[in-house]
């Protein structure tokens, strides 16, 4: 089923959203592989204007290029979709929305994305800071996610915003990671990416799991809905390049409630994107 936001063919979009339902290392609750479809049905509940941004999706061109169809047996052939998927939107001249599944699509995406823009600075909203060299013997997994951007990006390029659960005592104190809190790091940001192109990585965990209970690895003392899309309109004029949100899990009881949740994040980063 296409989004209630996608109003374009693939030749005009400046938006593509693409689903990649990608949910193989999952260490808790598995099920995000449901994200994609389940936030698409969540935006018939959401209007088009964003009253955090003043804006309207309904003025972006959208296309939704459905979702990439992964098995699962080996990870080599889903990661090698993402990246095909994600070289082809960006040699059409388009931005990119990814859906997840779970986090580890992001370094994928965003090996593809450094060799376009070779400053790209990353912004990760997440309850976790990912840095992980590895995790049950697998390097490229949800908890290793942006340890595998480091390899791609300098320290100094990626901002962490609301995390909340550390591998070590030493990643607290990380350069650019902000712990708890979501909106009072953007002024210290924005100064320091400047006009850089950017990419904007949202795991939904990072709200509090009392607002946003269908995660994969729900941790407590999260940011509110709020503070969250306060943040992310605070970053309008920021060169955004490309985006994400991951780690929806539909699997409770709140599905209606968190389906919108995820539908609304959704319009205001296309808005981002577009602006
Ligand atoms: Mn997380």
């Known amino acids: 089923m296409a989004s209630y936001f996608a109003n374009s063919d693939p030749t005009e979009a400046r938006v593509v959203v693409v689903g990649m339902p990608y949910d193989r290392t999952s260490s808790f609750v598995p099920g995000t592989r ?52 994600t070289r082809e939107t960006y040699q059409k001249g388009k931005r990119q929305l990814a859906i997840g599944g779970e986090h580890t699509i992001t370094p994928v995406i965003i090996s593809e994305l450094v060799k376009l823009f070779p400053e790209l600075c990353v912004i990760q909203f997440d309850a976790h800071s990912d840095l992980r060299e590895e995790f049950l013997g697998e390097k490229m997994c949800h908890a290793s996610a942006m340890r595998r951007v480091l390899d791609l990006i300098p320290r100094e390029r990626l901002f962490q915003m609301g995390i909340r659960s550390f591998a070590t005592p030493e990643d607290k104190n990380s350069t650019n990671l902000f712990p708890f809190e979501v909106l009072a790091p953007v002024k210290h940001i924005r100064p320091l990416i400047k006009d850089k192109p950017v990419y904007v990585t949202l795991d939904i965990d990072v709200l509090d799991p009392g607002v946003m209970p269908d995660v994969q690895t729900p941790q407590p003392g999260g ?8 943040s992310l309109a605070s970053l309008t004029g920021l060169n955004i390049i490309g985006a994400d949100i991951v780690e929806y899990c539909p699997r409770g009881n709140a599905i209606p409630f968190t389906a919108s949740t995820t539908a609304e994040l959704v319009r205001e980063l296309i808005l981002l994107l577009a602006s």
């Open 223 to 230: 940011c509110s809905y709020r503070e969250l899309a306060q």
């Open 34 to 85: 449901f994200g994609p479809e389940v936030g698409r049905l969540g935006t018939a509940n959401i209007e088009t204007f964003s009253p955090y941004q003043n804006r309207d999706v309904s003025l972006v061109k959208v296309y939704d290029a459905g979702d990439l169809s992964f098995s699962y047996e080996t990870s080599a052939v889903p990661l090698e979709m993402i990246t095909n998927a």
